[in-house]
């Protein structure tokens, strides 16, 4: 949450309370977000793979990257999908490129609540963001040590 990064890319399930991991610190400081993305959820139904783009006062973008389904009555969602990760960052790819976004931070997508193999995680990573010409910083938790930079 620390980052001056112009955008924060996290992993969400479709129809996702949002609260767990990164999700719950973006839910606390981004009341609105939420709600906007319920409303979005809601009129398009949208499937694992997709990302949903939303932009705060402060010009900080929010990157929600759908890595799995949620139940829309429960709210409770499923495991990330692997496939779906996978085209999440493709999605970030095409967005990053025509949003012309000049830096991104993120967690290691899927990897904590969601229980994916980092080692399987990064190899998508680099296949499908490894050309970006920009910063994007990869976040662990401050416990384990601070942010690495990846890429640049």
Not at 3 to 26: C, F
Request: charged share 25%; glycine share 10%; with cysteine.
């Amino acid at each position: 949450m620390l980052t001056r990064a112009e955008a924060i890319a996290h992993g969400v399930a479709s129809h996702d309370p949002m609260n767990q991991g990164m999700a719950r610190k973006l839910r606390e400081r981004f009341p609105a977000m939420v709600e906007a993305y319920k409303q979005w959820c809601q009129q398009t139904n949208p499937q694992p793979g997709e990302i949903w783009l939303w932009g705060d006062p402060d010009k900080l973008l929010i990157i929600n990257m759908i890595t799995h389904e949620g139940d829309a009555e429960d709210g409770r969602p499923g495991r990330p999908q692997k496939i779906a990760v996978n085209r999440t960052f493709r999605a970030l790819n095409k967005l990053v490129v025509d949003e012309r976004i000049k830096s991104v931070s993120m967690p290691k997508i899927g990897t904590g609540v969601g229980g994916l193999d980092w080692h399987e995680v990064r190899g998508m990573m680099d296949s499908q963001l490894g050309e970006l010409l920009i910063p994007l910083f990869i976040c662990i938790p401050s416990e384990h040590m601070g942010p690495i930079r990846l890429k640049s």
